[in-house]
């Protein structure tokens, strides 16, 4: 995600922190660079200009130039300046008071508005809510099959009308009532994907917004689409009237510009992103959180809530001993990559490390796919013997050599994984130091 404005970004702003004085005419110089690397990323340019120069009044103050490290401060700006136009601060859910919450989902075909509708309903039962799926896309082929489907895998109920040519309107205000009169907490609608020009369909979602009175209005919305994402939320927001964006797909998204303008150019907040078919693969958005992860800087607070959430903890608890010990052998290792797999693909737990884009160029492997690595990591690891995989420093040419025959790869292959582990124990063990605990706390406040 957003991985080539990252990239780039990352160079530029290492350039600035290898000066000891910043003078007008480097900062002139790396901001058009910064500005260049926003409108490849598809930012919208009135918003890149705008943000350039209120970059350049702060970066060109006494504070900066007064500074011990200036490098650094004008790194801090940017962060700063990337989570204001993010919207500063998470924006979360309006709950109502007197249940049942309703929450109306709006968007393109294809968006993956259904999907979300099941990562919402999964997130809401996680903290005890009773959830009621509407299913009221009367027009796309199966769509109540598959809200069905997600309902069942959830242990969730799903509304839907009796025949198959009951309007939308009718099925909302319906699944509204059944969720009010049976006490649930929250009502999910699942309304069909339509273009914001068809002023007939767009008048649908007027009506439904009228009749049910949402207290949530989210548009669905694929980040891969770009600035035509922030186009459509102007147009679904002046008709139906939105209060914040889910945007899904991130993980393909290298670009970024959806991210970067959705709030400055619409008002409306980013509430979620959605980065993959599963149905944990949901996270709420954090402007600062995300910032850092922008900037390299990782997202240690995220994956601190993510690993919580499927990490055990007495093996955690374990590991930490043996990383203060410097006893970390590549069996635990190879534990730690299966544990790794519970967080998501592994180019999403590297872009919440401190650092993880080194580690992705470690990790580059010449066939698709991160997670194909980790399976021949971990085939490799297990076609050493007990001994070797408590002492790398057995591993001599030979050994090598018989390890990759065992494992079905090379020993180019032997010898990164030798190199990713001993890169990874030594990131680990500098995290779990006290110098890193400080660094987390600091991360769960904020960047200084």
């Known amino acids: 995600m957003l991985s080539t404005l990252s990239a780039k970004l990352d160079g530029i702003l290492k350039r600035l922190r290898g000066h000891g004085v910043l003078n007008e005419a480097t900062i002139s110089e790396a901001l058009k660079e ?40 004008v790194v801090k700006i940017v962060w700063e300046e ?36 099941g990562k919402l309903a999964r997130h809401f039962k996680a903290h005890g809510r009773r959830i009621l799926l509407v299913a009221a896309d009367p027009r796309r082929p199966a769509a109540v099959e598959q809200l069905v489907a997600l309902g069942t895998t959830l242990g969730v109920p799903v ?44 008048n649908e979602l007027v009506a439904i917004r009228a009749k049910v009175s949402p207290h949530e209005v989210l548009l669905v919305a694929d980040a891969m689409i770009g600035q035509d994402a922030v186009t459509m939320a102007e147009e679904f927001d002046r008709r139906v009237g939105l209060t914040g964006v889910i945007l899904t797909k991130v993980e393909g998204d290298a670009r970024g510009g959806a991210v970067l303008s959705i709030k400055a150019v619409t008002g409306k907040p980013i509430k979620f992103l959605g980065s993959g078919e599963k149905l944990d693969a949901l ?13 390299g800087m990782g997202d240690a607070v995220s994956l601190i809530e993510k690993a919580q959430e499927v990490i055990d903890r007495d093996q955690a608890e374990a590991m930490a001993r043996k990383l203060r010990a410097d006893t970390l052998t590549l069996e635990d290792f190879r534990d730690q990559l299966k544990q790794v797999t519970k967080l998501g693909s592994l180019e999403q737990v590297l ?26 990591m971990v085939a490799i690891i297990d076609s050493m013997t007990p001994r070797e995989r408590r002492d790398h420093t057995l591993l001599t ?20 994984l030798i190199k990713q582990y001993l890169e990874a124990r030594k990131m680990m063990k500098m995290l779990s130091g006290r110098g890193g605990r400080q660094w987390l706390g600091r991360s769960s406040r904020t960047f200084s």
Do not use: W, Y
Not at 165 to 193: K, N, P, Y
Not at 353 to 373: F, I, N, V, W
């Open 34 to 73: 910064v500005r260049l690397a926003l409108l490849e990323a598809d930012v919208h340019f009135t918003i890149v200009k705008e943000f350039i120069e209120r970059i350049r009044v702060k970066a060109i103050g006494q504070e900066v130039q007064q500074s011990l490290t200036p490098g650094h401060q």
């Open 82 to 117: 990337l989570r204001a136009l993010m919207g500063q601060e998470h924006a979360g859910l309006a709950l109502s008071s007197m249940p049942p919450t309703v929450i109306l989902l709006v968007g393109l075909q294809g968006a993956g508005k259904t999907t979300t509708c």
């Open 159 to 202: 509304h839907h009308g009796d025949a198959p040519l009951l309007d939308a309107v009718s099925v909302c205000v319906d699944g509204v009532e059944r969720a009010r009169t049976q006490g649930f907490d929250v009502a999910i609608l699942d309304t069909g994907g339509r273009l914001h020009i068809d002023d007939e369909l767009m």
């Open 283 to 295: 996270e709420p958005f954090h402007p600062d959180r995300m910032a850092s992860r922008i900037l």
């Open 351 to 376: 872009d919440l490390l401190p650092g993880g884009q080194r580690l992705k160029e470690l990790t580059a492997d010449s066939t698709p796919g991160q997670d194909q690595a980790v399976g021949r």
């Open 397 to 416: 040419g030979s050994r090598k050599q018989r390890i990759a025959k065992g494992s079905g790869t090379s020993v180019q292959d032997v010898n990164r």
